[in-house]
């Protein structure tokens, strides 16, 4: 028999949801078996809750999962996965009903979660579940031909965040909030009319500035930390898009950004 339990009530740890993750990710859409401590930090920056997370138990083993973090009235699914041989069976839709019911219950306004074009199954799963689209998101990796940092200087991460957001026409996805990121290894370059943000390997997290040649030096001078991956840009930004085009950047993953209303 399976049991549906939250992760606090499974008595179940860490290393037993790291080696159900890498199971059930075996034959995701693209390659994902992150070491023990990459997972372990994964979650722990993405704000991983014990007691809103949910997995499903047989035979003292995670067959299935769905990691769940809480940031006020809001929830977001950090990531969802059932092992290969026990798919099939309606385990993530038992899942993903509890960690809801989980959230209704707790006076959670709405359910976060983004999914990568083409996972099709994980994304009729979620519209069964009740969410929708709400936009569309680019990742993509780039080596700037001419990295430049003479526009901008280090700053402090409160500084450049504000005038980020004072420059930007969208929000950052969960993983790139300012309350997700304020505990990480950041790198702040502001710029007169803008700024970046980037962490560790040069992810840029956030990024506006007021006009296309403000982002230009922005990007040039973000390019200096070295080769940068961008998650989760709103697709709808066409400055950077045409921009990140022009430098050569390679668009490597599309997602969709879902919410449920509670
Ligand atoms: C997506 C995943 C979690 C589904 O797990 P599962 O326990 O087999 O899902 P369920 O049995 O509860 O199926 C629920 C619904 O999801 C959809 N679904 C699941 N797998 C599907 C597939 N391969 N093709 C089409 N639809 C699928 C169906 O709508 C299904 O409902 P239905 O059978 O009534 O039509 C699982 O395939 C998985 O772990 N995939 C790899 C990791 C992954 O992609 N995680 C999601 C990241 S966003």
Same mark, same amino acid.
């Given at each position: 028999?399976t049991?549906i339990?939250s992760?606090s009530? +499974?008595g %179940?740890?860490l290393?037993?949801?790291? /080696? $159900?993750?890498l199971a059930?990710f075996?034959?995701?859409?693209?390659?994902?078996?992150?070491?023990? $401590?990459?997972f372990r930090?994964?979650?722990t920056?993405?704000g991983?809750?014990?007691?809103?997370?949910?997995?499903? !138990? @047989?035979?003292?083993?995670?067959?299935?999962?769905? *990691?769940?973090a809480?940031?006020?009235?809001k929830?977001?699914?950090i990531g969802?996965?059932?092992?290969i041989?026990?798919?099939?069976? #309606?385990?993530?839709?038992?899942?993903?009903?509890a960690?809801?019911?989980?959230?209704?219950n =707790?006076?959670?306004? +709405?359910?976060?979660? @983004?999914?990568?074009? /083409? *996972?099709t199954?994980a994304e009729?799963?979620?519209?069964?579940l009740?969410?929708? !689209?709400?936009r569309?998101?680019?990742?993509?990796? %780039?080596?700037?031909?001419s990295?430049?940092?003479?526009?901008?200087?280090?700053?402090?991460?409160?500084?450049?965040? *504000?005038?980020?957001?004072?420059? =930007? +026409?969208?929000?950052?996805?969960?993983? *790139?909030?300012? @309350?997700?990121?304020?505990?990480?290894?950041l790198?702040?370059?502001?710029?007169?009319?803008?700024?970046?943000?980037?962490?560790?390997? #040069?992810?840029?997290?956030?990024? $506006?500035? =007021?006009?296309?040649?403000?982002l230009?030096?922005v990007?040039?001078?973000?390019?200096?930390?070295? +080769?940068?991956?961008?998650?989760?840009?709103?697709s $709808?930004?066409?400055?950077?898009?045409s921009?990140?085009?022009e430098?050569?950047?390679?668009?490597?993953?599309?997602?969709? @950004?879902?919410?449920?209303?509670?």
């Open positions: 028999m049991r339990v992760f009530e +499974s %179940l740890d290393g037993d949801l790291h /080696g $159900a993750m059930a075996s034959d995701y859409i693209v390659p994902l078996q992150p070491d023990a $401590a990459t930090a994964a979650l920056s993405r991983f809750d014990p007691e809103a997370s949910f997995v499903a !138990v @047989e035979e003292g083993d995670i067959v299935g999962f769905w *990691n769940v809480k940031r006020g009235t929830r977001y699914l969802s996965g059932t092992r041989g026990s798919r099939g069976q #309606g385990l993530a839709s038992r899942l993903g009903k960690a809801i019911q989980a959230a209704q =707790s006076g959670t306004d +709405s359910f976060w979660l @983004e999914v990568i074009e /083409g *996972n199954g009729r799963l979620y519209r069964k009740g969410f929708a !689209v709400t569309k998101l680019d990742c993509y990796r %780039l080596d700037h031909p990295p430049d940092r003479s526009s901008c200087e280090l700053s402090d991460f409160g500084t450049v965040a *504000n005038i980020i957001q004072r420059y =930007s +026409s969208w929000k950052p996805t969960w993983q *790139n909030a300012k @309350e997700t990121i304020c505990g990480a290894q790198t702040s370059f502001l710029h007169d009319r803008g700024g970046v943000i980037i962490g560790a390997g #040069g992810l840029v997290h956030q990024i $506006a500035a =007021s006009e296309t040649s403000a230009e030096d990007i040039a001078t973000a390019a200096t930390v070295g +080769s940068l991956t961008l998650v989760n840009v709103d $709808a930004d066409s400055a950077l898009f921009l990140l085009q430098l050569g950047a390679h668009r490597f993953i599309v997602q969709s @950004e879902m919410r449920l209303s509670l």
